[in-house]
């Protein structure tokens, strides 16, 4: 089931004369998108979490599948999953082992920008790995806590933020925002100033 024909990297409508069973655009893209295959931290690739996903946000197996954020047998090895064709890119399933992702929507300008809301947030995570989102405008802040179950959390200035800690995936990037470092560590105290 392949449901997009858009750059895995850009997410710009892939030329005519793409080979059909191409991912990326043009060699750029690739590129890119292999360097940021590389910076997932560990922490991540080595739990067997990985799906694939459309460009509307459907949750499909390495195969194509439909897959579920609750069912493992839809889950794959990120080895298998960085290299499957199927639907526009990655995807990691939280299911409550500790790993956290905190979604921060709109939380950059035009320019790539953190606004001060996410800003705050981003400084009070230092040290753990954060990536920008498909859309370019969203950051992932990925690192280890607890909270009972995914909840949003509405900020100002149009931008929310919402935890997730199971029974949920998150499209990863892997594009690593500004420096911050390739591993996850704790961000119970974000989280706990967030609820
Ligand atoms: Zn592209």
Known sequence: MKTTRDCEHC???????ARRHARYCKPACRAAAHRAARTIPAELTSRPRWIRHT????????????ASSTD??????????ARSTAGAGLGFVLDGDGVVCLDLDHALDEQGVPLP???????????????TSRSGRGMHVWGVGQLPHGRRIAVGGGGSVELYAD?????VTGRTFGDTPRRLVDVQHVIDALL
Request: hydrophobic share 40%; charged share 20%; no cysteine.
């Open 117 to 131: 809301w996410a800003q705050t947030i981003v400084d009070a995570a230092a040290g753990t790995w954060v990536e």
């Open 11 to 17: 997410t710009e409508p892939m030329p005519l004369t």
């Open 55 to 66: 460009a509307r946000k459907v949750p499909l197996t390495v195969g194509g599948s439909v």
């Open 167 to 171: 029974g949920r995936y998150i499209a």
């Open 72 to 81: 493992p047998s839809t889950w794959s090895r990120h080895r298998d999953a």
